[in-house]
């Protein structure tokens, strides 16, 4: 059992049937053994069988245990989005391999250093990556400071391979006994940018997705008879959800594409018949833009669920009048899991103006700014919660959990909220300086700290520019020590430095000095109400 939850609150979880009784892995072989030939992925490459999936994963999850990883070693995945990414994750779970979810655009920096973080034993890639091999995506690790870690490639192969003669009788892998990592158990360390620079890893059971699960099946009336499609990266909690447990719980087979790509998502949606589709705002407004979407048939997509950030009501009654479908989400967070949500139940008014109904079995609080409990209120505050979707806290990090949770114990996410006697929920606004782009928290600290150490800048400032597509862009204001600074050159020195692209300001300010609170801080109120006319002046 992780910290974060006791094992009478587990019991709860269980008896109340929110929590798995047993590893997804568990799962996914009775569906090979009872429906072997029908389709639980669809990736780039073609459909991927419930046999195959399942064997691909014993596969796998043998040349681990014969590696001689001690059961809860952990393994690095850092593999495209995908049913290979799925069939990992489960091999890992088989083998007692503790997973470190990596997202694919991970910068060599951050790699590096998640690699140091979880102590990571391997390192779980395609054979070539971003043009590179293993061997030069490990010396990228080293030259990033990050620690020596053995690499083995992954092929698409994986499953592929596997016959119903093969089947016959067949159970689990030899060496594997024992080595099967429990449904309470550390499952997996997915990264969060949070808001104070380097990602954070949050623990994750697996218990705990069975929840969310049941919650859109309630909310939704999420079935084995939909074809679900999840174009959201599969380390982080709405990937995982839609992704990896949802299909195998459900019994339903799962679209994945290695890349997002607006046009190509909806000829996969109209060819697959695809009837749930998830997806961040980003992509759905990304998708609205598209000339496609008035190409296509979607007649079969009746729900899709989106999140990460902000949901703009306009593009959601556009996105219902196109398609015939119904727009829901989840607002919550790795962290705490689910915190509310809309439904089909839901008024339209409710279901496109607020996040929805805080979920049941949740146990939550409201804060002020000095940590004072104004649930009682109903807000404007900070929202704490405690439940059955709550994950464990961050992985050997005192500091960052005594930010995370509230004296009583409760979680914190970085808004601002009102919770009406209903329970409807509304976000007001944010605690945290963070820049939402395409539904990823960038922390403004860490973009400051990289830009700071381009050796030009003496001052720097990183704020949000409004952006119709991505909600938010970064963009850094900069004093110079002297001498000039283009946006390119910037860019060129971040990447030179092996930072993840999303830290990469779009846009760049160039001022004799920045403007000052009274504390001596730089004055970001000041900057956000200078910015139009400040991007007007330098062209941006």
């Not at 939704?220 to 719980?249: E, I, K, N, Q, R």
């Not at 929805?356 to 505050?381: C, K, N």
């Amino acid at each position: 059992m992780i910290a974060g939850v006791t094992p009478e609150e587990a019991q709860r979880y269980r008896a109340a049937g929110w929590w798995l009784d047993e590893p997804l892995g568990e799962t996914i072989r009775r569906r090979a053994a009872q429906t072997p030939d029908a389709v639980a992925y669809i990736g780039d490459r073609g459909p991927l069988t419930w046999r195959g999936y399942d064997h691909g994963a014993d596969e796998l999850a043998v040349r681990l245990a014969g590696l001689g990883l001690p059961r809860g070693a952990r393994a690095a995945v850092f593999l495209p989005d995908g049913p290979l990414l799925h069939l990992a994750y489960t091999a890992c779970e088989r083998a007692g391999i503790v997973i470190v979810g990596i997202p694919e655009r991970a910068g060599d920096r951050e790699l590096a250093h998640l690699l140091g973080r979880t102590q990571a034993a391997l390192l779980l890639c395609p054979p070539r990556q971003r043009g590179r091999g293993p061997a030069e995506l490990a010396a990228a690790v080293r030259a990033a400071g990050g620690p020596t870690v053995p690499t083995l490639p992954l092929s698409d192969d994986l499953g592929a391979g596997w016959s119903a003669a093969a089947a016959d009788g067949a159970g689990p892998g030899a060496g594997l006994a024992g080595r099967q990592l429990g449904p309470d158990e550390l499952w997996l360390l997915n990264s969060t940018s949070g808001t104070t620079g380097l990602p954070k890893c949050v623990q994750q059971i697996q218990g705990r997705w069975g929840y969310l699960v049941r919650l859109a099946v309630e909310a939704s009336g999420l079935s084995g008879a939909d074809v679900l499609m999840s174009v959201v990266p599969g380390p982080f909690g709405f990937g995982l959800w839609t992704g990896h447990f949802a299909p195998a719980l459900l019994g339903a087979p799962c679209v994945l594409t290695g890349r997002f790509d607006p046009a190509g998502t909806l000829r996969a949606a109209a060819e697959h018949r695809v009837s749930v589709l998830a997806c961040v705002t980003t992509q759905l407004v990304l998708m609205l833009a598209d000339p496609v979407l008035s190409e296509v048939d979607l007649s079969a997509l009746r729900v899709l669920y989106t999140g990460g950030e902000k949901l703009p009501p306009a593009r959601a009654r556009e996105w219902e009048r196109r398609t015939g479908s119904t727009v829901l989400q989840f607002y919550g967070s790795n962290e705490i899991g689910p915190f509310s949500g809309t439904s089909l139940a839901d008024s339209d008014e409710r279901r496109l103006t607020t996040v929805g109904r805080v979920v049941p079995g949740l146990d939550y609080r409201i804060y002020d700014e000095h940590g004072h409990d104004i649930t009682a209120t109903g807000g404007p505050g900070q929202p704490g919660g405690r439940g059955p979707g709550a994950g464990g806290g961050y992985w050997h990090d005192d500091a960052a959990n005594a930010e995370l949770f509230s004296a009583a114990g409760y979680l914190l996410m970085p808004d601002l909220v009102t919770i009406d006697d209903a329970g409807y929920v509304r976000i007001t606004g944010r605690r945290s300086d963070i820049i939402i782009r395409g539904g990823k928290n960038i922390s403004a600290a860490a973009v400051e700290a990289e830009v700071g150490a381009h050796p030009a800048v003496d001052l720097v400032a990183a704020v949000a520019v409004p952006d119709q597509v991505f909600g938010e862009r970064v963009c850094a204001v900069v004093a110079l020590r002297g001498g000039s600074l283009s946006l390119p050159e910037l860019v060129a020195f971040l990447a030179g430095r092996g930072v993840g692209k999303e830290y990469f300001p779009e846009y760049l300010v160039v001022l004799d000095e920045l403007p000052l609170s009274i504390g001596g801080k730089v004055a970001k109120s000041e900057l956000r109400a200078r910015l139009p006319d400040l991007l007007a002046a330098s062209g941006g």
